[in-house]
């Protein structure tokens, strides 16, 4: 049986291969990334020489999906390539938690073009060591002014996915991106803003700055970019005059366009604008609507996020409501158990009890996958059921027991440490 550690080698052949060679439409092969099995683990722990051997092997299979590192330029990986890719190879190496004085001493180091391939080993290995965190920020702050924008672009992904929350680094992000405004794309504006939203970072200057170029130039956006700005305003509590008609556009859009994507724009776009607090405009009336023809021919969770949105956006009416929830009834088996709570507590806020949602939430879907549900999702779920009255007695005690049996091997463990 394979162990953390040789996925986590895994991972960082996979990243490697793309700092070799520039991350660009790096965007298949997961799985075969994963099976790289126990040699590649032995071949990490036997030297310099035999990882390099291993990941010889292993990089046409290895250029396997990493969201944050499709952005990144070839140029990137180009300029200053041995000292970069000495950097990388290193980086993937090193521990989570204590990278060493010399790794951090290369990062301090590096020309501007070698810091986004840094940036993405780091994510993949998962380093969250203080000190090099904050010296690949500075490294990145001094960069960012030579970077282009696929790269900058890369490298606040691989900053959220290191959920390194660095203000300096925000500031000069903002920036930089608001006075080159004109070079990055739609996609390029949409994951960079749903990065800094997942960072929590909170800048007025950068969003009105968006959502202005945002709704001076609709044809460069789809509703997907739209959906990801709305997510940042919506992860900052920000509202803004031209959300509305940003939305008002890209709603319009979905309404032509996105019958054939089983839901996944429509959800995305609702989700996030559900966030907000804005007031709806009449075509996310319309878009809700459309949604609510023929729910079945939704994914399973972009029907829950649907169905969660259009409760926070207030609507209460049952012929609306009640075809959704009948259809989500059928596809509980495959929601996250995060949109199980989402949805969950959204029903409990409104106070509308569907029976058949919650009979099989309780008698089967929780009970068969509580494996997957940690305790907060467990808390959550017996908060939103007080809300609504409903009780089971077989349920709660299955959750008394799961939460009596966790908490005692967390104590275990933490004895044993």
């Not at 959220?160 to 080159?180: G, H, M, P, W």
């Not at 169905?307 to 207030?314: D, R």
């Not at 709660?396 to 463990?413: F, P, V, Y």
Request: charged share 20%; glycine share 8%; proline share 4%.
């Amino acid at each position: 049986m394979r162990s953390r550690a040789v996925a986590a080698t895994v991972r960082r052949l996979a990243a490697a291969s793309e700092a070799l060679a520039g991350g660009v439409g790096a965007r298949a092969g997961a799985a075969a990334a994963a099976s790289g099995g126990s040699l590649l683990a032995t071949a990490s722990r036997a030297g310099g020489s035999s990882v390099a051997s291993a990941a010889a092997a292993a990089l046409p299979a290895a250029a396997c999906l990493q969201p944050w590192a499709g952005f990144a330029s070839a140029a990137a990986t180009r300029s200053g390539h041995s000292v970069a890719q000495k950097a990388s190879w290193r980086v993937l190496a090193a521990s989570q938690d204590n990278v060493g004085p010399d790794v951090i001493e290369a990062v301090s180091q590096l020309e501007p073009a070698g810091v986004p391939s840094v940036a993405r080993a780091a994510a993949v290995t998962g380093i969250h060591d203080p000190a090099f965190l904050e010296t690949l920020a500075d490294a990145a702050i001094k960069a960012m002014p030579h970077l282009s924008a696929a790269d900058i672009c890369s490298v606040v992904e691989s900053f959220s996915d290191l959920d390194c929350y660095n203000i300096e680094f925000k500031d000069a992000t903002a920036d930089i991106v608001l006075q080159r405004l004109d070079e990055f794309s739609g996609d390029m504006l949409g994951h960079l803003l749903r990065a800094f939203g997942d960072m929590n970072y909170y800048d007025d200057e950068l969003l009105e700055g968006v959502v202005g170029h945002v709704a001076s130039n609709p044809g460069k956006f789809s509703a997907e970019n739209i959906a990801d700005v709305v997510y940042a305003f919506s992860r900052c509590g920000f509202c803004h005059p031209d959300l509305i008609s940003v939305v008002e556009t890209a709603a319009g859009t979905l309404l032509k366009e996105a019958a054939a994507d089983r839901g996944y724009a429509i959800a995305n776009i609702l989700d996030a604008y559900s966030r907000v607090g804005c007031s709806s405009p009449d075509v996310v009336d319309q878009l809700i609507a459309k949604a609510a023809e023929d729910p079945s021919s939704f994914d399973a969770n972009c029907l829950a996020k649907v169905t969660t949105a259009v409760i926070k956006l207030g609507y209460s009416d049952e012929d609306l409501l009640v075809p959704l929830l009948d259809t989500a009834v059928g596809k509980l088996p495959e929601f996250t158990p995060k949109a199980v709570v989402e949805l969950l507590g959204a029903l409990g806020d409104l106070g509308y009890e569907h029976q058949a949602l919650l009979t099989s939430l309780t008698d089967e879907v929780v009970p068969s996958r509580m494996a997957e549900f940690s305790l907060d999702h467990l808390t959550d779920v017996v908060e939103a059921m007080n809300k609504l009255g409903y009780y089971n007695k077989e349920f709660m005690a299955l959750l008394r027991q799961t939460t009596t049996e966790r908490k005692g091997r967390a104590g275990s463990e933490a004895v044993a440490a």
